[in-house]
């Protein structure tokens, strides 16, 4: 496959004018140059809205991440899919809502259960891209099934290199039943080191190897950090401890450890950028940086209340930061709401492919937004099993279920979700309230009397076209 060239933004801008490159989006720019785009997905996993230094947080300096950034867009509405991981990432890797597959019908998934995963059968984002001529490689997290039923090999990656559950220990890579979870595609994979600086490693190495190949690539880079265990790289002995007992470490962690994880995770964000400049690819390559849901206990979620698993703007909201030279602006924000499985429509049309008609993405193309500089308006919908929560955003307005109580905010006047404006805007509040209740109809059903929150068979039967 031929080379991808270096773009050169100021000849891109002299053949065509700024204003026609948005007007026709990305179809007409993508006609400028041959090369497609390469693309470097960063996911962090837990990381709270602002836990890097360009979102606000004081005490943690990222200047690694700040430089994707500094480069493109950072976006200040940016939403997970869900208040958990696995679910949020079947909306990332479809491009649709997660409660259309069983896989995204929320954590936690029962302990060895082996029919539970993303089918291997259902259009993806790397194997749209593989179609489209893209190598594609998974560097970390996946925790969207198990062998030998599902991974990211059946679902469209060409090389795995990580860990397929929930979490593993940093240093001893064991996972929440103490047993071994380092692969090298299907191969067990027993290697010293800190996972995040082994991600990191091997990121650089698949960046040189693409060089030399000449190849277009997605390389999806998914750490654990700043996921529990709470453990620096200064803290093997804190994982030696961990080896006899849960590793969810519910005694563990500090403020201090958690900032060196980030700032840790921001030293490999930074060789990849480094691979990708010395390689003479950074003009011809899209990066992105998020995270999977809100943070958890030493998160900054500032403006925002709540964290993983609620509802609230907290549990929700995440940095989203893209930068593409010569197609997106450097430097500014946006205020365009978005989420998770906005990226695999938007990745798509960048490389100049599409989705499969067979599932549609409910989520949209940021790029013309992007590119234009002007919000669309949108509806998003989310549910959670714990504590029966429920939450849309139509606009600036929010409507919240937790148990029975029901609430009306406005998230943007009021992002600490404060003041219930139910009685004040009933009209709003039952639009809303009406239209979850419509969405919700469209998705698999949660059973009621289920602990775990999953669907009878009876139900399974009867929604199979919701899929």
């Not at 929010?398 to 009685?423: C, G, H, Q, S």
Request: charged share 20%; aromatic share 10%; with cysteine.
């Amino acid at each position: 496959m031929a080379s991808p060239q270096k773009l050169n933004r100021r000849s891109l801008l002299k053949g065509v004018a700024v204003s026609a490159i948005a007007a026709r989006a990305v179809g007409r720019a993508r006609a400028q140059s041959a090369a497609k785009p390469n693309i470097v997905f960063i996911m962090a996993d837990d990381m709270g809205y602002a836990d890097v230094s360009c979102y606000g947080r004081p005490d943690i300096q990222t200047p690694n991440i700040d430089s994707i950034a500094s480069r493109g867009v950072r976006f200040l509405q940016g939403y997970a899919n869900s208040a958990v991981c696995s679910a949020t990432r079947t909306a990332l890797i479809t491009g649709r809502y997660q409660y259309r597959l069983r896989i995204g019908l929320e954590e936690p998934l029962p302990a060895g259960q082996q029919e539970i995963g993303l089918p291997p059968e259902h259009a993806t984002l790397p194997s749209l891209l593989k179609k489209a001529g893209y190598g594609t490689t998974l560097i970390g997290k996946w925790h969207l099934g198990t062998l030998p039923k599902f991974g990211p090999l059946k679902s469209g990656y060409d090389h795995f290199y990580g860990f397929r559950g929930g979490s593993i220990d940093y240093f001893n890579h064991q996972g929440t039943d103490h047993k071994d979870d380092f692969w090298n595609d299907n191969e067990a994979l027993h290697q010293v080191g800190y996972s995040t600086e082994l991600f990191g490693q091997h990121a650089v190495d698949v960046v040189n190897a693409y060089a030399r190949d000449r190849q277009p690539f997605f390389l999806s880079l998914h750490f654990n950090a700043p996921h529990w265990p709470w453990e620096s790289v200064s803290d093997e002995a804190e994982s030696e401890r961990l080896r006899t007992r849960a590793i969810q470490d519910y005694d563990g962690g500090s403020q201090r450890t958690y900032q060196r994880m980030i700032q840790t995770m921001d030293i490999q964000v930074g060789r990849v950028l480094q691979a990708l400049a010395v390689n003479g690819l950074t003009e011809n390559t899209i990066v992105i940086f998020t995270s999977d849901n809100g943070g958890e206990r030493f998160a900054d979620t500032w403006p925002f209340t709540g964290r993983k698993t609620e509802l609230l703007e907290g549990g929700l909201r995440i940095p989203a930061i893209m930068s593409w030279p010569g197609y997106i602006a450097e430097g500014r924000t946006s205020d365009q709401v978005a989420i998770s499985m906005d990226w695999l429509p938007t990745l798509l049309a960048a490389a100049g492919t599409q989705a499969d008609p067979a599932f549609p993405p409910d989520g949209m193309n940021l790029l013309p937004s992007l590119m234009e500089g002007r919000a669309s308006a949108r509806k998003l919908f989310w549910r959670y099993k714990a504590n029966a929560q429920a939450a849309m955003r139509d606009g600036d307005f929010k409507y919240l279920k937790i148990r029975d109580n029901t609430f009306l905010f406005n998230v943007v006047e009021d992002p600490m979700e404060r003041a219930n404006l139910r009685a004040r805007h009933k009209d709003i509040y039952d639009r809303l309230a009406a239209d979850w209740t419509a969405w919700n109809a469209t998705m698999l059903p949660l059973d009621p009397k289920s602990s775990t929150g999953f669907f009878r068979a009876d139900q399974l039967a009867d929604h199979i076209g919701a899929q």
